[in-house]
């Protein structure tokens, strides 16, 4: 039976899309059969979307587009925004369906959500009721940098309110110049209810190809 994973993150651009291709790639190359999937994206470059396509190079499973991404957006906001602009009602029982087929394909589906976890994504839905519609244990992608403490908690407790599992946190380290950077992580450590899953250091354009070497427990894990 086919495992699935919601990755989320304290806020946009914390590196949700890094931790997720890594993942892919590292239990790819255990043999495993991996499918990154992104249920809604906003922010097209050209009409294309890059963190799409990231999962979809890191993943060793082909499937068909509208799987792995049931909806898209040029504008690069909010996704409820972009999809009232565009005159689209975003579907959770389109985007289940999707996972399921996904689910006859692979051993293990990796899925990204969109920004932080209560992203508004239609009139009354978050990114909160994406991932219970899937059912699925949250991996949270901590962006490290000032701010960080607060958002990570918020995150951890509106997670738990959903009564999903919180399979556990990774630090990304996002700012080279974060004061006490180990400080904050002790702290999260301390008070996040969820093992620390693993680091990723700064180290300028992050590369998910470094960062799989240090989600070994993360990996082991599934």
Same mark, same amino acid.
């Not at 994406?130 to 607060?150: D, F």
């Not at 908690?153 to 959903?162: D, F, N, R």
């Not at 110049?177 to 209810?193: F, G, H, I, K």
């Given at each position: /039976? ?11 651009? $914390? ?11 590292? %239990? ?8 990154? /999937?992104?249920?809604? $994206? ?6 294309? !979307? ?16 509208? !799987? ?50 209560? &992203? ?20 949270? $992608? ?10 990570? %908690? ?14 556990? !946190? &990774? ?40 960062? /799989? ?5 993360? &990996?082991?894990?599934?």
């Amino acid at each position: /039976m086919a495992k699935g994973y919601f990755v989320t993150g304290t806020d946009t651009g $914390v590196g949700k899309t890094t931790v997720s291709c890594a993942l892919l790639r590292s %239990l790819g190359a255990q043999g495993r059969k991996v499918v990154g /999937m992104k249920p809604v $994206v906003a922010g097209s470059e050209h009409g294309r !979307w890059q963190d799409v396509e990231q999962l979809t190079a890191a993943s060793n499973v082909n499937a068909p587009h509208e !799987w792995i991404n049931p909806y898209a957006f040029d504008p690069p906001v909010s996704p409820h925004i972009a999809a009232q602009q565009a005159g689209v009602e975003i579907d959770l029982t389109v985007i289940r369906q999707a996972y399921q087929h996904l689910c006859n394909l692979a051993d293990v589906i990796i899925v990204e959500g969109a920004g932080g976890f209560l &992203v508004p994504i239609g009139p009354q839905q978050t990114g909160a009721d994406l991932a219970c519609a899937l059912n699925l244990p949250v991996i949270l $992608v901590v962006g490290m940098r000032l701010g960080c403490l607060n958002h990570a %908690l918020l995150t951890a407790q509106a997670i738990h309110s959903t009564g999903l599992p919180l399979a556990g !946190w &990774v630090a990304n380290c996002i700012d080279p110049e974060m004061l006490a950077l180990q400080e904050n992580r002790v702290t999260l450590e301390q008070r996040l209810d969820c093992p620390l899953l693993g680091t990723v250091p700064f180290g300028g354009k992050i590369d998910e190809e470094r960062a /799989m070497h240090y989600l070994d427990k993360l &990996v082991s894990t599934i």
